[in-house]
T-cell receptor
Framework: DTAVSQTPKYLVTQMGNDKSIKCEQN?????MYWYKQDSKKFLKIMFS???????INETVPNRFSPKSPDKAHLNLHINSLELGDSAVYFC??????????????FGEGSRLTVL | RKEVEQDPGPFNVPEGATVAFNCTYS??????FFWYRQDCRKEPKLLMS???SGNEDGRFTAQLNRASQYISLLIRDSKLSDSATYLC?????????????FGKGTHLIIQP
């Protein structure tokens, strides 16, 4: 079983559209994340979320919104897509003590292309 | 100055050689350090933690120099399968949205 799974793996869409990427983890982890990796391979945190707290990277446009129906899921919704949103989006999860272990478990990524 | 800096490479290294690369960090309050590996078009995965006294895992050795604020990764007897991008990760209390900062990675290519 895949520990962190995200769908779709590939997404091609037009500017201005709204799209969602789904993420599920079966590891029983407390915290989930969304990362963006652009064409220069820079991996940047967008959100982290657990049952109690949503932490938003202040540089993320408010067109991006995380939605968590339950502890095992954290979906990413993007409104009014722009060309610059083209990137690979990684979902990840961790235990609360991840800063000691350093271990984030990443999904395989969702490659978004905005035309 | 960027929080975590790495030479992007690529480092082209013949199979069997030893290769080392560094990562510098700007925040002296940084607490924990890790190396991740990312294969082409794949997700990053934890390679190893970096301990203050240095640590080894098979052919891989990680070291931390707090005085000069850098960590290093050394790979001995390199294999073709070591070709990947190696990401330096630094944790800082209160830093970033989750206190975990990734470097841009160093691209390593092992050549036969």
């Amino acid at each position: 079983d895949t520990a962190v799974s995200q769908t779709p793996k590939y997404l091609v869409t037009q500017m201005g559209n709204d799209k969602s990427i789904k993420c599920e983890q079966n590891l029983g982890h407390d915290t989930m994340y969304w990362y963006k990796q652009d064409s220069k391979k820079f991996l940047k945190i967008m959100f982290s979320y657990n049952n109690k707290e949503l932490i938003i990277n202040e540089t993320v446009p408010n067109r991006f919104s995380p939605k968590s129906p339950d502890k095992a899921h954290l979906n990413l919704h993007i409104n009014s897509l722009e060309l610059g949103d083209s990137a690979v989006y990684f979902c990840a999860s961790s235990q609360l003590d991840f800063k000691n272990t350093g271990e984030l478990f990443f999904g395989e990524g969702s490659r978004l292309t905005v035309l | 100055r960027k929080e975590v800096e790495q030479d992007p490479g690529p480092f082209n290294v013949p199979e069997g050689a030893t290769v080392a690369f560094n990562c510098t960090y700007s925040n002296s309050a940084s607490q924990s350090f890790f190396w991740y590996r990312q294969d082409c078009r794949k997700e990053p995965k934890l390679l190893m933690s970096v301990y203050s006294s240095g640590n080894e895992d098979g052919r891989f050795t990680a070291q931390l120099n707090r005085a000069s604020q850098y960590i290093s990764l050394l790979i001995r007897d390199s294999k073709l399968s070591d070709s990947a991008t190696y990401l330096c990760v630094v944790t800082t209390e209160g830093g970033g949205a989750d206190g975990l900062t990734f470097g841009k990675g160093t691209h390593l290519i092992i050549q036969p």
